[in-house]
């Protein structure tokens, strides 16, 4: 029984997370007693990465994730709010989409891509030290961009790549794409 249980977990040595949440409040954070395939008893895995989803349809969400392993994280929910606390966590990708409603995310000290959109809401991203954040907008469509505390772009139709001071001397350093419908879009000086 135990070199069955070794071997099940030796079959895969990364994780890929689908959240999806219609309505409510959501926080999503570092958990030590998380299972990193989410609880799932036969999680599906191809060339070495589990593949698990869970889903809330409404209400309050809280979702505790594993930082034993690599992480792809994929959220998509409808309307209410995400607090993002995913500072800690080994993420090598983040994938967001959202409704509307604000976001907060506290970054972890990591190296990857984050892809985030949204129709309408705000957005607060918190780095910390040692990481710098290039803000990628594909496309803005309606807000303002803050950068450390300066007010960089504001109005309709936004576009171009901004950058935290620290980016090219970071040790870390996160590409964020963002597709933005309307809202507030800042990001905090790396450490604060």
């Not at 954070?29 to 395939?37: F, R, V």
């Not at 989803?53 to 992480?71: I, N, T, Y």
């Amino acid at each position: 029984m135990l070199l069955t249980s070794l071997a099940s977990a030796q079959s895969y040595r990364a994780v890929d997370v689908t959240l999806t949440f219609d309505s409510g409040p959501m926080i999503v954070a570092l958990s030590n007693h998380a299972s990193p395939i989410l609880g799932a008893q036969k999680p599906k895995v191809v060339n070495g990465v589990a593949y698990v989803g869970a889903r809330q349809d409404s209400g309050f969400w809280e979702v505790g994730l594993s930082p034993k392993l690599p992480l792809a994280l994929t959220i998509n929910q409808g309307s209410g709010s995400q607090d993002l606390k995913v500072r800690g966590l080994p993420l090598t990708r983040l994938n967001v989409k959202m409704g509307s409603g604000p976001v907060m995310m506290q970054l972890p000290a990591a190296s990857f891509t984050a892809q985030l959109r949204q129709e309408s809401g705000s957005l607060d991203i918190h780095v910390p030290q040692n990481t710098g954040v290039k803000l990628v907008l594909q496309q803005f469509r309606s807000g303002a961009l803050t950068v450390e505390g300066k007010d960089i772009a504001a109005g309709q139709n936004l576009g171009g790549t901004y950058q935290t001071a620290n980016y090219d001397a970071a040790r870390y350093k996160v590409t964020v794409n963002l597709t933005w419908g309307s809202g507030a879009v800042q990001v905090h000086t790396p450490g604060q």
